[in-house]
C-alpha cells in the first residue's frame, strides 16, 4: 500500500537525485518491466506513439543514462525540476496512479534561465518488496518548440 | 533585390566565409534567391491531411502557409495570409474544414485559396459595402506550384523551377525513390526543436560525413557509421542535394577505431533492442540520409524514417520540425522497432542531440569574426561524388551552386 507519505519521499528523493546529477540512480526508481516517455502533447493526443525520449525497460534507461554521460556532446547546463502537487488519480490494488505538474529549467553558462519543458506527468507507481517505484511515467509537454536540445531526464 | 556587398575568398572551393552565415543582407537576398527562388520547398506528407478537407499549417522560409486535401487528388498549398489586411488566420497546426476564414473580417476562401465572400461586400442597408470594381477573383490567398511525390507534398513560390524529378537530378531521383516508394505512409509523431545557428548549418551538417563518423560516439562505436565502413557521400550534378550512404560495420577494435578517441570499445547496451534494425531495402546500406536544398532532410537510418524541415527564422537560427513516419502496412513489430529507434535522433537523440548542440556552438563561434572564414578542403577541392566518407564534398558542392544563386 503506497500512502501518500511514502508518495512524497518517493518523489522527492526522485527530483533530487535528478536535479543532484546523480543520474546512475534514476533507472532504480523505476520497475525493470516499465515505460518511460516523454512526450510533446500534439503526439499524445493525437494518439502518436513517437515520444522524445523513450524507454520500455529499466535496462534502456540504463543505455539512456550511459549515452548521456559517455557519448553525446552537449554543452555543459545544469537543469532543476519544479514538480507540483501530486494528485491521486486511481488505486487499483498494489498500484496508485497519480499526476502531477512539472517544470524543468535549464541554466547554461552566462545565459538567462529557461525553460525546457511545461509539463504534466501522468504515473503508475506498485511497490517493490515495499519501496515504491515506476512501472510508468508519461512525461507530456505543452512546450513543444525545445530550445535546441533536451538531455536530462524528467 | 538586395545588393550584396561581400567578396569571395581567393581559395574559392576551399573556403566558406563567416559571414554568410551572419550577414542580414546576405540572409534577406537568400530569402529572395533561394527560398522563395526556383527551388521545391518540403511542405509536409500527404499522410498528415489524409481526408478531404484536412489542413494542416507550416512554415517554408519564412512565410507560413496552409495545405490542404481539396479533393482525393487534389493537394493545395496557399498562403496563410488573408487577401484583406495580411492576417495569418489560421493558427491551428491541424483540422478539418470546408473553407478557410479569416476571423478579422470573416472573408472565407475555398480550400484552393479563391475568395469565396467578404461581410458587408455589397454594403448594410444601403451603406457601404465593396467599390464596383471589387472582384473576388484578384483577391484569392496566394496559390504556390504544387508537387506531391510519392506522399511527400513540395512547393514552391517561383515559376521558374522546374519539375521535381528535374530539379532532383536522376541519381538522386533514385535514392528518394527508393524510400519514397509510392507505398502509402503513416505518420507516427513530431519532435520540434529551436536551433540557434544559420540554417545553412542544418544543411552542412548532414553534408559532412567527416564529423559523423567521428562526433556521434553512439554511431562511432556501434558501427552504425564509422570511417572504416563501406560507404559514400554524393553530391548531385548541381552541387545542391547531397547524400551520406553507409553500411553497418561491428564494434570492433581495429587500426581505424584504435585512432578514433571517441570509439568506446567497453561499452555494452543493457538492453539492445535500440540497435535491432532489420533490412528493408534491396541493397545492404544501414543509413541513407539526404539533403535536399534548401529546406530538408531526408532520413532513413536504421528502420527509423523522418523528415527533419527546415524553417530559418533570422541568419542566427532555424526552427527545426522532425516528422517521423512509417509504411501504412507495417506490422506492430516494424512500428515498435522504428519508434525505439527514434530515441537515436530528434532533441534527445543519443545521435542527432550532438548536432544541434555543434551547430550552435559553431554559430557563437564564428559570428563575430566576419572577415575569417572555414575550411572545408578535407578530401580536396572538388565536389565529384565519392566512396568514402573522408571528405567534405558535399559542403563545397552546395556552396558552389549557392555562390551561383546568390551572384556571389
Not at chain 1, 501530486?86 to 512539472?102: C, H, K, T, Y
Not at chain 2, 534567391?33 to 498528415?48: D, K, N, S, T
Not at chain 2, 552504425?224 to 553530391?235: C, I, P
Not at chain 2, 572545408?376 to 549557392?402: D, L, P, Q
Request: charged share 25%.
Amino acid at each position: 500500500m503506497i500512502d501518500r507519505d511514502a508518495l512524497r519521499d518517493f518523489y522527492d528523493d526522485y527530483y533530487t537525485a535528478l536535479d543532484d546529477g546523480r543520474f546512475e540512480e534514476w533507472p532504480a526508481f523505476f520497475m525493470e518491466d516499465c515505460l518511460y516517455r516523454v512526450i510533446p502533447r500534439e503526439n499524445y493526443e493525437a494518439g502518436y506513439a513517437l515520444s522524445t525520449m523513450y524507454g520500455e525497460s529499466r535496462g534502456m534507461l540504463i543505455d539512456r543514462v550511459m549515452g548521456m554521460t559517455r557519448t553525446q556532446m552537449f554543452a555543459p547546463r545544469y537543469y532543476r525540476r519544479f514538480p507540483g502537487p501530486i494528485r491521486f488519480v486511481s488505486r487499483e490494488g498494489d498500484s496508485v496512479r497519480v499526476r502531477q505538474n512539472l517544470l524543468v529549467v535549464q541554466t547554461l553558462i552566462d545565459r538567462k534561465t529557461e525553460i525546457v519543458l511545461s509539463a504534466v506527468c501522468h504515473d503508475v507507481l506498485v511497490s517493490d518488496s515495499g519501496q515504491p517505484r515506476l512501472r510508468e511515467r508519461i512525461v507530456v509537454f505543452d512546450s513543444e518548440m525545445i530550445p535546441n536540445s533536451f538531455i536530462y531526464p524528467a | 533585390m538586395n545588393s550584396i556587398n561581400r567578396t569571395w575568398p581567393a581559395d574559392t572551393m576551399g573556403r566558406v566565409p563567416y559571414w554568410v552565415y551572419s550577414d542580414p543582407d546576405i540572409y534577406a537576398a537568400e530569402m529572395e534567391r533561394v527560398w522563395y527562388g526556383p527551388h521545391w520547398l518540403y511542405c509536409g506528407l500527404e499522410a498528415e491531411i489524409p481526408n478531404v478537407g484536412d489542413f494542416k499549417t507550416t512554415t517554408i522560409g519564412e512565410r507560413p502557409v496552409i495545405m490542404t486535401r481539396g479533393g482525393p487528388d487534389e493537394i493545395n498549398v496557399v498562403e496563410n495570409r488573408c487577401a484583406h489586411r495580411g492576417v495569418k488566420f489560421c493558427q491551428v497546426r491541424k483540422g478539418n474544414a470546408k473553407e478557410l476564414l479569416c476571423p478579422y473580417h470573416q472573408w472565407n476562401y475555398s480550400l484552393r485559396g479563391d475568395l469565396q465572400g467578404a461581410a458587408f461586400r455589397r454594403g448594410v442597408r444601403g451603406q457601404g459595402g465593396m467599390p464596383a470594381d471589387f472582384d473576388p477573383r484578384d483577391h484569392g490567398l496566394r496559390k504556390l506550384r504544387v508537387a506531391a511525390v510519392n506522399g511527400v507534398v513540395w512547393a514552391t513560390f517561383s515559376n521558374d523551377t522546374p519539375g521535381f524529378r528535374e530539379y532532383l537530378g536522376e541519381r538522386f531521383w533514385r535514392h528518394y525513390t527508393r524510400v519514397y516508394d509510392g507505398r502509402k505512409l503513416e505518420i507516427l509523431g513530431y519532435n520540434r526543436q529551436h536551433i540557434k545557428g544559420n540554417w545553412k548549418l542544418m544543411q552542412e551538417n548532414i553534408k559532412d560525413p567527416y564529423h559523423a563518423s567521428l562526433l556521434h560516439v553512439f554511431f562511432v562505436t556501434f558501427g552504425l557509421f564509422r570511417a572504416d565502413q563501406k560507404s559514400a557521400t554524393e553530391v548531385d550534378q548541381t552541387g545542391r542535394h547531397g547524400i551520406l550512404i553507409s553500411r553497418r560495420g561491428q564494434q570492433e577494435v581495429n587500426d581505424v577505431t584504435s585512432t578514433m578517441r571517441t570509439f568506446r570499445g567497453d561499452i555494452k547496451l543493457a538492453d539492445p533492442r535500440i540497435l535491432d534494425a532489420v533490412k528493408e531495402y534491396p541493397d545492404e546500406d544501414a543509413i541513407q540520409i539526404m539533403t535536399v536544398f534548401p529546406s530538408v532532410v531526408l532520413q532513413s537510418n536504421l528502420n527509423s524514417m523522418s523528415t527533419r524541415h527546415i524553417v530559418p527564422t533570422g541568419p542566427d537560427g532555424f526552427d527545426f520540425h522532425w516528422t517521423h513516419w512509417g509504411y501504412a502496412g507495417d506490422t506492430p513489430e516494424m512500428r515498435q522497432r522504428r519508434l525505439r529507434q527514434s530515441n537515436l535522433f530528434g532533441p534527445a537523440g543519443l545521435v542527432s542531440a550532438d548536432d544541434g548542440e555543434a551547430i550552435e556552438m559553431c554559430q557563437q563561434g564564428f559570428a563575430h569574426s566576419t572577415d575569417q572564414a572555414a575550411l572545408v578542403v578535407m578530401g580536396g577541392r572538388e565536389t565529384e561524388s565519392v566512396e568514402h566518407m573522408v571528405t567534405e564534398v558535399a559542403i563545397r558542392g552546395m556552396y558552389r551552386y549557392w555562390r551561383e544563386t546568390m551572384g556571389l
